[in-house]
């Protein structure tokens, strides 16, 4: 296993490498990615469609970490994880402007792959599941994420990115295929069982709700005062931009410059002390 310090060290170059890959790479990784954590969201969908309660909640969160797992074993870029690539920059490995290039194209890249399986699953009748009973819990779980003032989304996005960050943080440590999984497992189902807001995630349960309210009957179950606020605008204003910022105060913040902080962040003034 990888301590803490030789995570920091392994990052510093991941992190840099990131910064330099083509952008049209990039953009297909971020698309991967998107559908990954897309498909873990779905089946979070289906078990609150299946099951009720706090059942569903649970089920749900043992099932999303799958997302992750994906994300990091067969090879995609993901935007919340990527705020760690601020620590490359801390270091001075890798320059500001890269770190942006890297969230912007993946970020769209992330969007672009969650919408395609919110497509998917909605044309090609998995949101028909158990008599339309998946439909409508992606309406209600969409209305749901855009109806929270624009301080919880973005307190609630701090809080999960932190967590998705640790859980990367904690898969790095593993050198095999199964550790990486237990390490990130529990920080994932820790965010996802509290509710707390990943923005690439919200790409696609709130898109999935948005498809699904466009069918009458499933449009019919839903109480009509929950699709009062459900729209692409309020998809964007009220959800995606407080959680994406709360995402990167969450990621890059507490996560990526504490952990530069404690295992980089005096080594080079310890080098200059030993010369002097």
Not at 241 to 268: D, E, H, M, Q, R
Request: overall charge positive; charged content about 10%.
């Amino acid at each position: 296993m990888n301590s803490p310090k030789e995570i920091a060290q392994n990052y510093i170059a991941v992190g840099a490498a990131k910064t330099k890959t083509p952008i049209a790479k990039l953009f297909v990784l971020g698309i991967l990615a998107g559908m990954f954590i897309a498909l873990a969201g779905v089946a979070c969908t289906v078990s609150s469609a299946t099951l009720s309660g706090s059942v569903a909640k649970l089920i749900g969160a043992m099932v999303f970490p799958g997302g992750l797992a994906m994300v990091l074993i067969a090879g995609s870029e993901l935007f919340t994880g990527n705020n760690l690539i601020i620590m490359s920059v801390l270091d001075k490995q890798a320059t500001i402007g890269g770190m942006l290039k890297n969230w912007v194209v993946v970020y769209i890249g992330n969007f672009a792959g969650s919408i395609l399986i919110a497509a998917l699953i909605f044309f090609g009748g998995t949101i028909n599941l158990f008599s339309g009973d998946v439909g409508v819990a992606a309406i209600n779980t969409a209305a749901a994420k855009v109806s929270m003032t624009f301080g919880t989304a973005f307190v609630r996005g701090i809080l999960c990115n932190f967590l998705v960050c640790i859980a990367v943080w904690m898969a790095l440590a593993a050198k095999d295929v199964t550790g990486k999984i237990v390490g990130l497992f529990f920080p994932i189902m820790f965010f996802v069982l509290c509710g707390y807001e990943h923005s690439v995630a919200n790409m696609y349960f709130i898109s999935a709700g948005l498809f699904a309210s466009t069918n009458a009957q499933m449009a019919a179950a839903v109480d009509p005062s929950v699709l009062q606020n459900l729209s692409w605008g309020s998809f964007f204003s009220a959800n995606l931009l407080p959680v994406t910022l709360g995402n990167i105060i969450g990621g890059s913040g507490l996560a990526g410059v504490v952990y530069w902080f404690l295992y980089l962040g005096g080594k080079k003034d310890k080098v200059n002390a030993v010369k002097k």
